[in-house]
């Protein structure tokens, strides 16, 4: 059974730092990743995806990796801003699956 | 814009009584499912379409039920809800390739006395 892990599960920092979201999986046959921010009481924003076959995707301050070798996937968020605090989970599309399985987040504080 | 909506966004209800939750897409997305967020077990699927006509359980579609008669309408609906059926409630669509991403709706939360 795929398991998703995102380690830390809490994360607080000053404005302005550069940081790593880290998420590992446990079975190599996964399809996609997404990364998703999840803000209270909202839904969820996709913010990257990165095929299996694709190592990172980068959009604006935000970069993901992919390494399905080591079962890891990170997100990269640079110049922190009290904006980018929420709640950031991972996704993959499972190999022969039509559901995502997540991650339970990493819950992100940027102090102004 | 493009995007997924749900209704309601909040309810509160009473054990048994029936209930139907919205969920619409306006970008003709072949595939869409339902998701369910709870506190340290974070989101797990209930049901999901692959088109008109087309559903299949996911991991947690006890005392669920789906319709896909239309393509951008996919209902979640509940008989007789009970009181472990409180949670955070996502639709979810795509294209109906795998490569495609997915996007979701604004959540409903669901309260069931």
């Known amino acids: 059974k795929q398991e998703v892990t995102q380690i830390p599960a809490a994360l607080s920092v000053p404005e302005g730092e550069n940081l790593v979201l880290n998420c590992s999986f446990t079975d190599s046959a996964i399809y996609n990743l997404q990364w998703f921010r999840q803000d209270p009481g909202k839904g969820l924003t996709s913010l990257l995806l990165i095929q299996s076959s694709q190592r990172e995707q980068t959009s604006g301050r935000l970069n993901a990796s992919l390494d399905k070798s080591s079962g890891r996937s990170t997100l990269y968020i640079a110049a922190s801003q009290p904006g980018d605090s929420a709640t950031y989970l991972c996704?993959?599309?499972?190999?022969?699956?039509?559901?995502?399985?997540f991650g339970k987040g990493t819950k992100l504080t940027v102090n102004p | 814009e493009a995007q997924v909506t749900q209704n309601p966004r909040y309810l509160i209800t009473v054990t048994g009584k029936k209930l139907t939750v919205t969920c619409s897409q306006n970008m003709n997305h072949e595939y869409m499912s339902w998701y369910r967020q709870d506190p340290g077990l974070g989101l797990r699927q209930i049901y999901y379409?692959?088109?008109?006509?087309?559903?299949d359980k996911g991991d947690v579609p006890e005392g669920y039920k789906v319709s896909r008669k239309e393509k951008r309408n996919f209902p979640l609906i509940l008989e007789s809800p009970s009181p472990n059926q409180t949670s955070l409630y996502f639709c979810?669509?795509?294209?109906?390739?795998?490569?495609?991403?997915?996007?979701f709706g604004p959540g409903t939360r669901l309260t069931v006395l």
């Open positions: 996704a993959f599309l499972q190999g022969g699956s039509e559901k995502l399985v």
């Open positions: 979810a669509s795509r294209y109906s390739g795998r490569s495609n991403e997915q996007f």
């Open positions: 379409s692959m088109n008109v006509e087309v559903t």
